[in-house]
């Protein structure tokens, strides 16, 4: 998964959701982004990434997982509708399931999301197990210090949501 991912503008933000549902979301510029182009995604091959990504994680917490595009700075004049897919995979099912978003104008950038739902938890552990197979690499042991530290308060309940940006070291 961490191919579709860029550094430049990484962040990882929750909520709550639904009373104790945490709902988590990687965001980041799309690695294989053209400039003021229209984005053409092969759905089956992030399908099977996404499926690959939910077998790598042990967590019974985590229960939906689903990658998406967004349009990064755009005029949204629904002039030219296309779509690009949307995939998700939830507990119980085996395969992941691929869906359509429309879009009506090309951005200058795009953006890739993943977004995750997990069932209550008080320990970070689920998260960073997601965030890790997610990124791989580009999150460092001094990123996960940091990451712990910034969702500690919201784990424990003193905060309704938490952000995180991982710094670009280059």
Same mark, same amino acid.
């Given at each position: 998964?961490?191919?579709?991912?860029?550094?430049?503008?990484?962040?990882?933000?929750? @909520?709550? +959701?639904?009373?104790?549902?945490?709902?988590?979301?990687?965001?980041? $510029?799309? %690695? @294989? %982004?053209?400039? *003021?182009?229209?984005?053409?995604?092969?759905?089956?091959?992030?399908?099977?990434?996404?499926?690959?990504?939910? *077998?790598?994680?042990?967590?019974?917490?985590?229960?939906?997982?689903?990658?998406?595009?967004?349009?990064? $700075?755009?005029?949204?004049?629904?002039?030219?509708?296309?779509?690009? !897919?949307?995939?998700?995979?939830?507990?119980?099912?085996?395969?992941?399931? +691929? @869906?359509?978003?429309?879009?009506?104008?090309?951005?200058?950038?795009?953006? &890739?999301?993943?977004?995750?739902? &997990?069932?209550?938890?008080?320990?970070?552990? !689920?998260?960073?197990?997601?965030?890790?197979?997610?990124? @791989?690499?580009?999150?460092?042991?001094?990123?996960?210090? #940091?990451?712990?530290?910034?969702?500690?308060?919201?784990?424990?309940?003193?905060?309704?949501?938490?952000?995180?940006?991982?710094?670009? #070291?280059?």
């Amino acid at each position: 998964m961490k191919q579709n991912f860029t550094k430049d503008y990484l962040s990882i933000h929750m @909520g709550r +959701i639904n009373g104790d549902n945490i709902n988590m979301g990687i965001s980041s $510029d799309y %690695s @294989g %982004s053209q400039r *003021k182009s229209q984005l053409y995604v092969n759905a089956n091959s992030l399908a099977v990434d996404v499926e690959r990504l939910w *077998k790598s994680i042990k967590t019974k917490k985590l229960v939906i997982l689903s990658v998406s595009f967004d349009e990064q $700075d755009y005029y949204d004049n629904q002039v030219d509708v296309y779509y690009t !897919p949307v995939v998700s995979i939830r507990r119980g099912l085996k395969k992941a399931r +691929i @869906g359509t978003q429309s879009h009506g104008c090309i951005p200058k950038e795009w953006g &890739f999301d993943l977004t995750c739902r &997990f069932a209550d938890t008080t320990t970070v552990t !689920p998260l960073l197990e997601v965030v890790k197979a997610s990124l @791989g690499s580009f999150f460092t042991e001094k990123d996960e210090k #940091e990451f712990r530290k910034a969702v500690k308060p919201f784990l424990q309940k003193k905060a309704s949501y938490a952000n995180f940006s991982l710094e670009d #070291e280059d």
